[in-house]
Each structure stands twice: as structure tokens, then as C-alpha cells.
T-cell receptor
């Protein structure tokens, strides 16, 4: 497997439930990013990690959202008390060393539907 | 005003046409410019990456960056129906890792 892997591909949940998504980056990449994409819009940055350190968070990332990358490998994004406005595609991307840090490769995404 | 502006389309062209896709931006600090292709319900796929100004060619694709005009373009030669997708421009500047995307232009190439 040489690409970014995301699981699940699609999640349907009821409002108020908690959901967790997983991202496995390209194995040699030390940077990992989360974006959110709604219909008809480009992806919007949520947060990113360099190894296990979370270095930047968007103001879009409310206190109901939390992301972790405990051992600098895979990452999880949790949304607590989901709201209908959280329905979107959640995309994970990874990139390599400093010289290529802006070349980000995306996974297929997790589509969240909040009923 | 958004930092990156992109016409959402749709842009409909016949097979074999030359396609021109464009983005404008407002932040003069942007130095890295990318084009992604996204098929319906899939993740974005990196097509082209350019640092600073100039042209870059890869097969049927040519990316151009004009920093003086804050304008970037992607040209697709000999367009194919399989090129039908949404094309996203993205950019970033040196001291941040996050990408700022346009809204995407939906392209339809009909046989």
C-alpha cells in the first residue's frame, strides 16, 4: 500500500453521537493533515501534525473536534456530539520532508452524514 | 473576499479541445502552487506542483504561474472524456504547511 488510507469511507450517524475517523499516511511521511470539504467547495484546512506534535489548528476546529497522532504514524479525528452541520467529506493528507512539505497527497476521504 | 478565487463552472468542451483553467489569489506571500483533480466522491489527486513563477509541463498538462498578476493556470491539451472531473487549485506560502484551495472548476469533456 503506497497511498494514504482512510477508514471508514462512509459514516452515517445520528445527531448527538460521537464519531471517530482514522488516517494512515504514506509510510515515510512525517506530516499529516486533516481537511474538511463540503459540497461545491474546496477542502478547508483543519489541523496538521509533524510526527506526533499537533502544530496548527484552524478556528474551524471547534472544541467538539479532537485529533491525535499518538506515535507519529496513524491519526484519528474525533467529533463529539455531532451536529447536522458536521456533514462533510473529511480528508486526510500526508507529506514528506521539509523540501517537499507542501506536496500533499490525499486519501479517498471519509464521508460523514449526520441525520 | 476569499484568498483564492476559482470559477466553479461547469466548463463543457468537446473531446480534443484545449482546456484552460484559472485561479486568482490575493496573498502575495504564496510561493507554492498546485493543481489537483478530483473525481466525484473521491479524494483530490495531485496533478501539478510549481514553486514560484514560471511554467511546468507534464504530458498533456501545463501549469503556469504569474506572480506579478497573482494568476495561475492549468492547460489540458487533447482533452479526453476521462478528464471530466473537478479541478482544484491550491497554494501555500513558505512558513505554513496548510494549503488554501479554490472552490474547484467542474470540467465536462464530451465525446
Amino acid at each position: 500500500d503506497t497511498g494514504v488510507s482512510q477508514d471508514p469511507r462512509h459514516k452515517i450517524t445520528k445527531r448527538g453521537q460521537n464519531v471517530t475517523f482514522r488516517c494512515d499516511p504514506i509510510s515515510e511521511h512525517n506530516r499529516l493533515y486533516w481537511y474538511r470539504q463540503t459540497l461545491g467547495q474546496g477542502p478547508e484546512f483543519l489541523t496538521y501534525f509533524q510526527n506526533e506534535a499537533q502544530l496548527e489548528k484552524s478556528r474551524l476546529l471547534s472544541d467538539r473536534f479532537s485529533a491525535e497522532r499518538p506515535k507519529g504514524s496513524f491519526s484519528t479525528l474525533e467529533i463529539q456530539r455531532t451536529e447536522q452541520g458536521d456533514s462533510a467529506m473529511y480528508l486526510c493528507a500526508s507529506s514528506g520532508s521539509a523540501g517537499a512539505k507542501n506536496i500533499q497527497y490525499f486519501g479517498a476521504g471519509t464521508r460523514l452524514s449526520v441525520l | 473576499q476569499k484568498e483564492v478565487e476559482q470559477d466553479p463552472g461547469p466548463l463543457s468542451v468537446p473531446e480534443g479541445a484545449i482546456v484552460s483553467l484559472n485561479c486568482t489569489y490575493s496573498n502575495s506571500a504564496f510561493q507554492y502552487f498546485m493543481w489537483y483533480r478530483q473525481y466525484s466522491r473521491k479524494g483530490p489527486e495531485l496533478l501539478m506542483y510549481t514553486y514560484s513563477s514560471g511554467n511546468k509541463e507534464d504530458g498533456r498538462f501545463t501549469a503556469q504561474v504569474d506572480k506579478s498578476s497573482k494568476y495561475i493556470s492549468l492547460f489540458i491539451r487533447d482533452s479526453q472524456p476521462s478528464d471530466s472531473a473537478t479541478y482544484l487549485c491550491a497554494m501555500s506560502h513558505f512558513d505554513t504547511d496548510k494549503l488554501i484551495f479554490g472552490t474547484g472548476t467542474r470540467l465536462q469533456v464530451f465525446p
